[in-house]
């Protein structure tokens, strides 16, 4: 990539923007964020035992981060358009450096909850902007085409890469390694960050608090229920109410957004079916993929007996190939439509789901594990880039901010609402803590993980017929 020279929107002393240094600090600050996300998976059998969670607590060690993190993702991006994308950037990393550390120091489960959500704040605020700081650097074509398709590697190769970096650390050092790791990386990259990266031009205007508010707690509420279904069940007074207060809140947001002169996610980003779907199928397929990692690093060692190194080691095919793959995608996209490389990542993540979810306690690492995490690394590092491609297809320079939140809001809370749902289901097939039990949640829950998939790929198939009859005009 070149280090070609821009002007600075706002007016600064700088003379020049270094793309190759803003990719590159892009990237990296991305992929702790990403890396963070799925390096606590194979650790979390030792943080339940030391920490002394149930499962449905256990859960929330997960889904305090994504829901914080899918639930400000809103007014994380709008801020960046109004104080400065550059300014929310480092605001951000300063967070969620900042946390890291306390989720490493935690004392007791309840101090790493609330520090994993502080956590999920700091993400909240670099991801969208992370996006929107491509738009802005990089012209519209094959240069921004390359750049995204890289950010979104990020997103596939992190998320795989985590579950082998989190077992190796877990269990050479403690699961508390993997948050402190982040340290200095997040320190160098405040350094660079604030050396490189040029401010974008500001945009005036104010906060939708009220959009902010009820998205964050219309989520918050609905996932709550969810989760707790798999406690006090779906009949619970509890249950109801958190779900109906939460179905209420977003209805109020949808209202809200009507009205607002500046709404934080302008219903109209909706108009294009390229970019809905996209959000849609993000939506279902990173709540197959978070299932994903949860049960199957809890198969590898409370049925395989493996330790958490075993198990991270055991993720290490799906993120070889899935780094080949993404590494490649770039270029396999100048030669087939994104639509249908979309579609194939998610059938073949589809594929790869399904033959997992028929593993039993007398499986082989193999033939049962091994290989269908070949298929779904593969399925994975296709579907990312175009997906991302989508969810920002034709938004303005106005709605850029907006389109790459929603984007990242539809990836935490899938992640967030998909493994509520998946642990909710794998509950009701089994409780207890023996193997048996955890082959029957595995079972269970991936088996759901393929219908989210099987959804995802209707999406995906419908999306490359509209694509391809567009094409033909």
């Avoid at 007791?108 to 700081?133: D, K, N």
């Amino acid at each position: 990539m070149s280090t070609d020279t821009l002007q600075p929107s706002t007016g600064t002393n700088r003379t020049a923007v270094h793309k190759t240094a803003i990719l590159a600090i892009i990237l990296v600050s991305y992929f702790m964020l990403i890396l963070d996300n799925s390096i606590i998976f194979t650790g979390l059998p030792t943080i339940q035992r030391s920490m002394h969670f149930t499962q449905t607590g256990l859960t929330w060690v997960q889904d305090a981060y994504t829901l914080t993190f899918g639930g400000a993702l809103l007014l994380g991006a709008r801020a960046g358009d109004i104080i400065g994308r550059r300014r929310m950037f480092i605001i951000g990393l300063v967070l969620f450096t900042l946390a890291s550390g306390l989720v490493g120091a935690s004392p007791a489960g309840w101090w790493m909850i609330a520090a994993r959500a502080l956590q999920g704040i700091g993400s909240a605020i670099v991801a969208p902007t992370a996006l929107s700081l491509i738009t802005s650097t990089f012209e519209a074509g094959r240069e921004r085409a390359r750049a995204v398709a890289l950010y979104s590697a990020v997103a596939g190769i992190g998320a795989s890469l985590g579950m082998v970096v989190g077992g190796v650390l877990a269990d050479l050092v403690s699961w508390r390694a993997g948050f402190y790791l982040n340290l200095p990386i997040g320190v160098l990259m405040l350094i660079l960050g604030s050396r490189y990266l040029v401010e974008t031009k500001r945009a005036p205007g104010r906060f939708d608090i009220v959009g902010a508010v009820t998205a964050t707690a219309g989520m918050g509420a609905l996932i709550f229920g969810v989760i707790e279904s798999s406690t006090r069940g779906w009949g619970s007074p509890v249950t109801i109410t958190a779900i109906a207060l939460g179905v209420v809140l977003l209805a109020v947001l949808v209202m809200n957004e009507w009205k607002a002169e500046q709404p934080i996610m302008p219903l109209r980003l909706f108009r294009s079916r390229t970019r809905s779907s996209a959000y849609a199928i993000r939506f279902l397929y990173l709540g197959a993929m978070m299932g994903f990692f949860f049960f199957t690093t809890q198969f590898l060692q409370e049925v395989f007996g493996w330790s958490p190194l075993q198990a991270g080691l055991g993720f290490l095919p799906m993120s070889v190939v899935n780094f080949a793959v993404a590494i490649a995608v770039p270029r396999l996209l100048r030669r087939v439509p994104a639509a249908w490389v979309l579609l194939a990542g998610v059938v073949l993540t589809g594929i790869g789901m399904w033959w997992l979810a028929q593993v039993q306690a007398e499986s082989t690492y193999l033939a049962s594990v091994a290989l269908p995490m070949i298929i779904i690394g593969a399925g994975q590092g296709l579907a990312f880039a175009p997906l991302t491609s989508f969810g920002i297809h034709g938004a303005t320079s106005t709605d850029a901010g907006a389109a790459s939140g929603l984007v990242n809001t539809a990836h935490q809370l899938g992640s967030s609402l998909g493994l509520a749902v998946l642990v909710a289901i794998s509950t009701a097939t089994a409780a207890g803590t023996g193997a048996a039990a955890v082959v029957a949640r595995t079972g269970s829950a991936l088996t759901a993980a393929t219908c989210l998939l099987v959804l995802g790929a209707i999406s995906s198939a419908l999306l490359t017929i509209r694509q391809s009859a567009t094409d033909e005009r």
